[in-house]
């Protein structure tokens, strides 16, 4: 399945951004979804990851309450509502996928990024 990421940009401490991730071959049924980012000079993590149909989700600590994962499984997207975004929010953002286990595990598929700046 391949993967594109959109939605970032630049944005205001405290201000709000909505990612979204679409595949342009394929179907996002039952794929365990997600999103990671990168900063500058630090490792890929986790952000945050959905089943499919959807029923659960998780999140990494320091955005739980800020940030809400979505999907549209009629629209094949999975959305990341990026909620009183702060500057250590800033870092590429990549949308992730997987069919047999939870992206926390495993990620089979790799959106290309989109970068998500936090001005303080």
């Known amino acids: 399945v391949q993967l594109q990421a959109s939605g970032g940009g630049l944005v205001q401490a405290g201000g709000s951004l909505r990612l979204s991730c679409a595949t342009s071959?394929?179907?996002?049924?039952?794929?365990?979804m997600g999103w990671f980012r990168q900063a500058p000079g630090k490792e890929r993590e986790f952000v945050a990851g959905?089943?499919?149909?959807?029923?659960?989700?998780t999140y990494t600590g320091s955005v739980k309450g800020r940030f809400s994962i979505s999907r549209d499984n009629v629209e094949n997207t999975v959305d990341l509502q990026m909620n009183s975004l702060k500057p250590e929010d800033t870092a590429i953002y990549y949308c992730?996928?997987?069919?047999?286990?939870?992206?926390?595990?495993?990620?089979?598929?790799w959106g290309q990024g989109t970068q998500v700046t936090v001005s303080s």
């Open positions: 959905i089943s499919y149909p959807g029923t659960k989700k």
């Open positions: 992730a996928a997987n069919r047999q286990t939870d992206v926390q595990t495993q990620v089979a598929f």
């Open positions: 071959q394929g179907t996002l049924s039952y794929y365990y």
